[in-house]
C-alpha cells in the first residue's frame, strides 16, 4: 500500500496520467523487486518514495509520442533491473519491447516480471551492446534505443545508436553532467550518424538534482565498422 500510495503521488506530482490497472502492475513489479534483491544485487533504491521517483516516474519522464510513436520497436540497452523499459511498457504496452543485458543473472528476474505482469511482446537478450549491435537481427531494427545510467554519452552512442533505423531515436536519460557529456559526444554523434533533436532537462517530484532527457535522432545509417569489440568503446571514446 505504502509504494502504492507514493506512485500515485509521485506520477500526479509530474503530470502523468497511468491507470489504475498500470499502477497495480508497477506496485507488483516493486514487490519482485525487493523480494529478488534479496538474493542479488538489483538496485541501492528500495524505499517505496524513493522507487517511485528515482526508478518509476524518471523512467517515464522521456515518455514522448513525438519520439516514441505508437508501435514502435524500443530496445533499452543495459536495462539491468528493467529501467527504464519495462515502466515504459506497462504504461505503453503498444510498444514491442526488447530489454539488453550483459548480465545473465538480471536477466532471469526480468523473464519472472514480464511473466507475472503477463506482457505481451518483451525480448529479453543477454549479450554486449558492441556484440548485439553487429548482428543483422538487431542492427537498425529499433525506432527507439533508451539508455540509463550505463555510460557517458559519448561511449552510450556507440552502444546504442548502431540499434536505431535511420529516422528513429536514440534517448539517453541522463543525470547532472549532461551539457558537458553532449559536448564530449560531438565526434561521435557525427560518425555514427546522430543528431541532437531536443534535450528536456526533468524536475523530479521531490528532488533538486538537475536531470535531462536527452533524444538524438538517427540521421544516417552507422557505418559498419562500429560498435568496436567489447570494451573499446568505453577504453577509447570516439
Ligand atoms: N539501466 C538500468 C538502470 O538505470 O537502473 C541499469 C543501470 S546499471 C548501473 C548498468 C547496466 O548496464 C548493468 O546491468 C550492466 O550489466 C549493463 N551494461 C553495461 N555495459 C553493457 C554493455 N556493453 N552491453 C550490455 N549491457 C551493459
Known sequence: MEF???LQGALAAYGLKVTDEQCAAMNRYYELLLAWNEKMNLTAITQPQEVAVKHMVDSLSCLDPE???PDSALIDVGTGAGFPGLPLKIVRPDIRLTLLD???KRLNFLQEVTSALKLKHVDIVHGRAEETGKSKQYRERFQVATARAVARLNVLCELCLPFVAVGGYFIA???AQYQEELGEAQNALRLLGG???????VKLPGLDD???VIYIRKIAATPGEYPRRPGMPEKKPL
Do not use: E, T
Not at 543528431?195 to 532537462?201: E, W
Open 4 to 6: 502504492l500510495q507514493a
Open 102 to 104: 550483459s548480465l545473465n
Open 67 to 69: 519520439f516514441i510513436p
Open 195 to 201: 543528431d541532437v533533436a531536443h534535450i528536456r532537462p
Open 210 to 212: 538537475v536531470r535531462a
Open 173 to 175: 536519460l541522463k543525470g
